[in-house]
Antibody
Framework: EVQLVESGGGLIQPGGSLRLSCAAS????????MRWVRQAPGKGLECVAG????????YYADSVKGRFSVSRDNSKNTLFLQMNSLRAEDTAIYYC???????????WGKGTTVTVSS | EIVMTQSPATLSVSPGERATLSCRAS??????LAWYQQKPGQAPRVLIY???TRATDVPARFSGSGSGTEFTLTISSLQSEDFAVYYC?????????FGGGTKVEIK
């Protein structure tokens, strides 16, 4: 069974940094593009970052470009999201997502909550 | 950026009735369109990808159609567990973008 388990969320002050992790199991992790999708309270979905299976290609939404960095450790089946210069508008549930063949979101983790507030 | 627009925002339907949800893309995405269902307090789950292919374990009452810029998700006979928010997502170009969602509620 495919499982994605996020961790690292919490309450952080504006301007601070957090590192999210996603532990993957049940599939050949290095073969799949992975993404981070967030959902602000009561709002819709936003894909903020993606990374190819090898880690050689990364993608970012304009809203986080230059502040967030996605990476992966294929030896440990783990995906990361380094978030710097956090703003109130980054407050959201952050989901780790395994990509399907193509660009759709095939499997979602349960999410980890990030709250940016003073 | 491709903008995805869903309508209606809220759809009130009685159990057993048919529900039709619409999604429009600001430019052609060919058949690169997915639909997701999200229930309160849960992560989304994929229902349909490639515009009309049902994901694993998705009941046959869910069907998707369309191509280019106009897409439809149809739920043929609503069950109690189908009341949720539904999102479309274009899978054609980065940044990958979602529609604003349609909430299907009990009439």
């Amino acid at each position: 069974e495919v499982q994605l388990v996020e961790s690292g969320g919490g309450l952080i002050q504006p301007g601070g940094s957090l590192r999210l992790s996603c532990a993957a199991s049940g599939f050949t992790f290095s073969s799949y593009t992975m993404r981070w999708v967030r959902q602000a309270p009561g709002k819709g979905l936003e894909c903020v970052a993606g990374i190819s299976g090898s880690g050689g290609s990364t993608y970012y939404a304009d809203s986080v470009k230059g502040r967030f960095s996605v990476s992966r450790d294929n030896s440990k089946n783990t995906l990361f999201l380094q978030m710097n210069s956090l703003r109130a508008e980054d407050t959201a549930i952050y989901y780790c997502v395994k990509a399907g063949a193509g660009f759709y979101m095939a499997v979602w983790g349960k999410g980890t909550t990030v709250t940016v507030s003073s | 950026e491709i903008v995805m627009t869903q309508s209606p925002a809220t759809l009130s339907v009685s159990p057993g009735e048919r529900a039709t949800l619409s999604c429009r893309a600001s430019q052609s995405v060919s058949s690169n369109l997915a639909w997701y269902q999200q229930k309160p307090g849960q992560a989304p789950r994929v229902l349909i990808y490639d515009a009309s292919t049902r994901a694993t374990d998705v009941p046959a009452r869910f069907s998707g159609s369309g191509s280019g810029t106009e897409f439809t998700l149809t739920i043929s006979s609503l069950q109690s567990e189908d009341f949720a928010v539904y999102y479309c997502q274009q899978c054609s170009n980065w940044p990958l973008t979602f529609g604003g969602g349609t909430k299907v509620e009990i009439k």
